[in-house]
């Protein structure tokens, strides 16, 4: 395994059109965790799955943004009708974690969202 | 979670050690400290991670004092390549507590 891949690495959109993209974490990992960065900022928290449970969502995520990780392996975020605003990094990341185990996150290399 | 506060940038020269503190009052009990490193237009990567007094790596040494309020960061002889942002996280990622909140971390800029 190469580690955590995501696809595709960038995507230019015209604002009201739907993306998604698609991010595979490392084969035995179960957490998965989805992150935005615009410029300037640090990574910030959208939401995460324990396998294939969905478990918190960030209150600043719309409801445009829908996040799935139907067999627990791969996931996918989507988000509809595209602003000008949603252009940024998006990170994928996961972990394997569990009770009494603190195990470091491996992060993708990112979508890049562009929304003209 | 516990917040972290960390210094927005530093400079330093080749050759030199350098230092990041993090100040992480509010820590629990089950909290670890991580320290993750970001090149420009990549994922962040995990340097180190600890929960007290001193652990090292080939990369970095992270310093933790008893009360654990804080943390420092150490990276020997640095190089133009570690240029980067280094942002400080606390959590208990294994446990209920598993988002990892990042800052905006402290821009690192290496001179020649």
């Known amino acids: 395994d190469t580690g955590v891949s995501q696809d595709p690495r960038h995507k230019i959109t015209k604002r009201g059109q739907n993306v998604t993209f698609r991010c595979d974490p490392i084969?035995?990992?179960?957490?998965l965790y989805w992150y935005r960065q615009t410029l300037g900022q640090g990574p910030e928290f959208l939401t995460y799955?324990?396998?294939?449970?969905?478990?918190?969502k960030s209150r600043l995520l719309s409801d445009r943004f829908s996040a799935e990780r139907p067999k627990g392996s791969f996931s996918t975020l989507e988000i509809q009708r595209t602003e000008q605003g949603d252009s940024a990094m998006y990170l994928c990341?996961?972990?394997?974690?569990?009770?009494?185990?603190?195990?470091?996150?491996?992060f993708g290399q990112g979508t890049r969202l562009t929304v003209v | 979670l516990a917040k972290t506060t960390q210094p927005i940038s530093m400079d330093s020269y080749e050759g030199q050690e350098v230092n990041i503190t993090c100040s992480h009052n509010?820590?629990?009990?089950?909290?670890?400290i991580t320290w993750y490193q970001q090149f420009p237009s990549q994922g962040p990567r995990f340097i180190i991670q600890?929960?007290?007094t001193k652990v090292t790596n080939e990369v970095a040494s992270l310093f933790i004092p008893a009360d654990r309020k804080s943390s420092t960061l150490s990276l020997p002889r640095v190089s133009l390549s570690d240029t980067a942002v280094y942002y400080c996280?606390?959590?208990?990622?294994?446990?209920?507590?598993?988002?990892?909140?990042f800052g905006t971390g402290t821009l690192l800029a290496v001179q020649p």
């Open positions: 996280l606390v959590g208990d990622y294994g446990g209920a507590t598993n988002k990892l909140i």
């Open positions: 509010n820590i629990a009990t089950n909290d670890y």
């Open positions: 799955f324990q396998n294939e449970a969905q478990l918190e």
């Open positions: 600890g929960y007290k």
């Open positions: 990341a996961s972990s394997l974690a569990g009770a009494g185990r603190n195990t470091e996150a491996f």
């Open positions: 084969s035995e990992h179960n957490r």
